[in-house]
């Protein structure tokens, strides 16, 4: 594997139960430092990716059958989730699920789980630079954030427990645009300053592929298109199907977007 790829999915199957496959031959590269988007439809196959990843799969009664996930050089595929969370990839997932009944920064301190007993007051200054909203809220119980800022308390749990890959399922969904704006020039700060490599799962591809430097298209569990996210930011097929724009520039109805699904060209 070249020095500068931290992880490698090499051609994976994915069946739920020993019956339903959901992931069909999936093979992508995420390198050092890079933020990578993985877009598409829902039911696309996006989240079962990145729990093949994480090893959330293995509660779910789901695994991977074939191919293989280098991270590092370590063969991870359905491996505990406990293991591959040590190894330093940590994985926020969709629903923003904060622990209710705790405080804003009893749950901030849930993210040092993996590293019980060494010191955690920069990590949580570090928190409280990107997400200053939290400040006010950190004696507050988590049960009574806003959606906002539950969606910052778990990316801020996350960055705790000092990512070297951080990988972000949905992070925009149910947001206000403004709220939206801010999660994601957020996410583009702690890459370029903390050097966090970040996958991001997203609907919202304008916002995912304006902060990405490389984006993936998923289709019925296959990876479809895949390039620069400013080319794919061009390209005539994503514009129509994922922005929403015809080829004039001129913005689509959601009715003619589905009424043009079946000329698309990749299946």
């Known amino acids: ?6 992880l490698q999915i090499n051609n994976i199957s994915v069946v739920y139960s020993d019956v339903i496959q959901v992931l069909k031959g999936v093979s992508l590269i995420i390198k050092k430092g890079q933020i990578v988007s ?24 789901g695994k991977v059958t074939e191919g293989n996930i280098v991270y590092e050089g370590h063969l991870i595929q359905n491996s505990a989730p406990e293991y591959i969370t040590r190894l330093g990839i940590i994985q926020v997932l969709e629903g923003r699920q904060p622990f209710k009944y705790l405080t804003v920064e009893e749950n901030l301190r849930v993210g040092t789980a993996t590293r019980w007993g060494k010191p955690y007051k920069k990590d949580l200054e570090l928190v409280y630079h990107y997400f200053q909203p939290l400040v006010a809220r950190k004696s507050r119980l988590a049960g009574y954030c806003s959606g906002g800022e539950l969606q910052m308390l778990v990316m801020g749990r996350a960055l705790m427990a000092q990512p070297k890959l951080l990988l972000l399922d949905e992070p925009s969904l149910g947001l206000a645009p403004f709220l939206v704006r801010e999660i994601f020039e957020i996410i583009k700060r702690i890459n370029e300053e903390q050097g966090t490599t970040i996958m991001l799962v997203e609907q919202n591809a304008n916002m995912a592929l304006l902060i990405a430097h490389h984006g993936y298209v998923m289709e019925n569990g296959k990876i479809v298109m895949e390039d620069e996210a ?10 129509e199907f994922y922005l929403g724009t015809a080829a004039s520039g001129a913005l689509k109805s959601y009715k003619d977007v589905k009424a043009y699904k079946r000329r698309k060209r990749w299946l």
Do not use: F, H, Q, Y
């Not at 196959?45 to 779910?60: D, Q």
């Not at 400013?230 to 514009?239: A, F, G």
């Open 1 to 6: 594997m070249e020095d500068n790829i931290l």
């Open 38 to 61: 993985l877009l598409g439809s829902n039911g696309a196959g996006k989240t079962t990716t990145l729990k093949a990843i994480s090893g959330l799969l293995k509660p779910e009664n």
């Open 230 to 239: 400013t080319k794919l930011r061009e390209n005539p097929d994503v514009k």
